[in-house]
């Protein structure tokens, strides 16, 4: 049996809740217990080691200390990790962005070996910025699909992905056809989804790639396998919502052409939703889908200011999610910081204890899998990292300053980079520590990467 037990501060948030600030957990002196990769306690440690057998494990050094925040694994709900090489493009909105960078670098992943590469370069540089798990579009090539699973399950990470379903106003190489994503995405369900760690996402780009006939499709896929998740784009940007009113003129707004077609239901997550009408944010709660604000890439785009407060008062799951490579940083503590600055400028305001549960329960929660992940409760797999609040010299003069854990979070969150993220754990084992010098491989195509600090 294997039994780990770590010792430090601890903070979650151990429930689902609309007031992250008066419902968390924290021990200033705390015990983690893992057993098997799952999670067997969390209390008090004074508590813990006045039992004398867990005395003799303190004495024996049984136990593994920790000086810094151990918190649970950050979820980013919206990823694009072919798109990880192409962050920081320059100069142009959404739809020019797509043509003139996305779709060039998606071409390179009918390649397997290619996207193997890219696909472990992008999961263990999530790991060094803190996130365990993610809800990741993949391209349109099943080899895609398939290189990022087989590279999440050596890690034994919790993962979701899917297929890009494309049928239309994309090059020909990236074009799929209503009845071959069906088949295609029928076949990686069937292989992935639920296999170990590994999840399946219906992934419909955004409707104006997909044809009807493609999205009467998803919507099948999506009714014969109804634990799957559905992932897509929704009201990022004015062009986009424009292009949708001329190609479905006989729907009232965008999110009816999901509807019409079955794919707005629990475990729909939609990236942006910055562009809404009231009718689709009630829409929206009723169906039990849930939104992925994702602010650097809103804010790199400019795509539009997110109304967080009108998304809040129809009680519709939220979740902070990067959207990598439009988004500037797979830090969810620095998206984080952006959602700050984006309430700033609409005069209402996010606290620092919100968006760090937008980045664990909540979104875990806004997606179904709260008893998985996203907390520190006994019975949830052992996803956890240590966070280093002394990470840099700015940092740490202004935690001599803080008087509060709010404080403290806040200006963590502010001033953060991959730095502040010391140790991340899969199952109870470590798979990332910063400072070390472990390198990671070489595709076979010529791309070479160095990677430190994983075990």
Request: glycine share 8%; aromatic share 10%.
């Amino acid at each position: 049996m294997d039994i780990k037990i770590h010792r430090g501060s601890l903070l979650h948030f151990p429930r689902t809740t609309n007031n992250p600030a008066a419902n968390y957990q924290y021990f200033n002196d705390g015990v983690l217990v893992t057993k098997n990769g799952v999670i067997s306690h969390i209390g008090d440690a004074k508590d813990f080691f006045s039992i004398t057998v867990n005395q003799q494990l303190l004495n024996n050094g049984g136990v593994v200390l920790h000086k810094g925040l151990l918190i649970p694994g950050m979820i980013d709900s919206h990823a694009h990790f072919p798109q990880i090489e192409m962050m920081a493009s320059y100069g142009k909105q959404l739809l020019d962005w797509l043509n003139q960078y996305t779709f060039p670098t998606e071409k390179k992943f009918a390649n397997k070996d290619y996207a193997t590469a890219q696909a472990e370069f992008f999961i263990r540089q999530l790991f060094a910025h803190g996130t365990t798990t993610a809800s990741v579009f993949a391209t349109v090539h099943p080899e895609s699909v398939n290189a990022f699973f087989e590279v999440a399950q050596s890690h034994g990470a919790r993962m979701i992905c899917g297929k890009v379903l494309m049928d239309r106003f994309c090059p020909e190489e990236l074009r799929d056809t209503a009845l071959s994503g069906y088949f295609q995405s029928k076949e990686l369900i069937e292989r992935w989804h639920n296999n170990g760690r590994n999840m399946y996402a219906i992934t419909p780009r955004f409707a104006p790639t997909s044809s009807e006939h493609q999205l009467e499709m998803a919507g099948k896929l999506a009714k014969e396998h109804p634990d799957t998740f559905i992932q897509t784009h929704l009201s990022e940007n004015v062009g986009e919502v424009a292009w949708i009113k001329e190609l479905f003129p006989e729907h009232q707004d965008y999110l009816e052409v999901y509807e019409a077609n079955g794919l707005v239901r629990e475990r729909a997550l939609f990236g942006h939703a910055i562009h809404l009408s009231k009718r689709e944010y009630q829409s929206l709660a009723a169906n039990g889908a849930s939104i992925s604000f994702c602010p650097s890439s809103n804010l790199f785009l400019g795509s539009g200011l997110f109304d967080i407060d009108s998304v809040k008062a129809h009680n519709i799951g939220l979740s902070i999610a990067s959207d990598v490579g439009a988004g500037t940083s797979l830090s969810l503590f620095s998206n984080q910081a952006d959602a700050y600055k984006i309430c700033q400028l609409q005069s209402t305001t996010i606290d620092p204890f919100e968006s760090l549960y937008l980045c664990t329960q909540g979104a875990a929660s806004s997606m179904g899998i709260e008893h998985l992940v996203g907390n520190l409760n006994p019975g949830t797999e052992a996803d956890f990292i240590e966070l280093d609040f002394m990470a840099s010299p700015i940092m740490a003069q202004r935690m001599l300053r803080c008087t509060s854990l709010a404080e403290q979070l806040f200006a963590m969150t502010t001033l953060s980079d991959d730095r502040v993220v010391e140790r991340t754990y899969l199952n109870g084992n470590l798979v990332y520590k910063k400072g070390t010098n472990v390198c990671g491989h070489s595709s076979t195509n010529g791309l070479p990467y160095s990677l430190n600090g994983f075990m």
